[in-house]
């Protein structure tokens, strides 16, 4: 080993340094003209020094998908909420606009889980969080090709449907969703939509916010309970009938 390999080896915070170092690096460069050498600069640490983690390029970019899935899992293993519809609405609303975040000490998160290490305007926030985006649609866009990543990408949208399924479930369970509702097909629907809506924005620049007015209508409409008592607001007036505000909460529409 080189002493720069032996210092990258001993230095237990290298593999957090060389993720932080590949998402600033995809942000700048997006994912087909990437480099190695990019994700160096990016970092105190040499090309050399990568290549000591990790041999290639692909093989990187899989442990940042790895490093990516463990951060995703970790913030959305809870949300908060009155009860289960609450809890839905909050979680794909945190899925849909992630790009401010943050967390009990007020400090800006990346998208990669991060701090990001000091104060950021609105702007310069949105903007690295598009830049992102954009790069991880591109890694998206190889998993019909890299078995690899598509196994990454599939292990991600298999927590966001486990997630949705349990939360209708304990919704069922409660009296607050339906008992006819299938938590599987609404965990599907839930997935596919955000997947959509996110690819969207990237590729369309779609940002109006119609499609979260119309999921809180498939709520209200297609989930809530008969009679229930909800706390979150579904933008319908108490007996579930759009184009109003409920106040405090809103009533699932009778049959």
Known sequence: ????????????????????????????????????????????????????????KEELLLA?????????????????????VEQLV?????????????????????????????????????????????????????????????????????????RVRAIVADGIEEGTIRSDVDPEDTAAFVATLVDGVNTRRVALGETDGSVRDTFLAYVRENLVAPGADVAADLGGDADGEPGSTAGAGARGGED
Do not use: N, W
């Open 1 to 56: 080993m080189t002493g720069a390999t032996d210092s990258a080896a001993a230095d237990g915070s290298t593999p957090e340094a060389i993720m932080a170092a590949t998402y600033c690096a995809l942000c700048e460069h997006g994912y087909a003209d990437l480099t190695m050498q990019d994700i160096a600069d990016e970092s105190d640490r040499s090309k050399a020094s990568l290549h000591y983690h990790y041999d290639t």
């Open 90 to 162: 909050r979680f794909v609303d945190e899925l849909l606009c992630p790009a401010r975040r943050a967390d009990e000490s007020g400090e800006p998160r990346r998208s990669d889980g991060t701090e990001s290490g000091g104060e950021t305007d609105g702007d310069t926030g949105t903007d690295e969080f598009e830049e992102f985006q954009t790069a991880l649609l591109e890694i998206k866009a190889q998993g019909p090709y890299v078995e690899a990543y598509r196994e990454q990408l599939e292990r991600v949208d298999a927590f966001v449907r486990e």
């Open 64 to 84: 940042f998908l790895d490093h990516l899935y463990d951060a995703f899992t970790e913030e959305y293993a809870a949300t908060d909420g009155d009860g289960a």
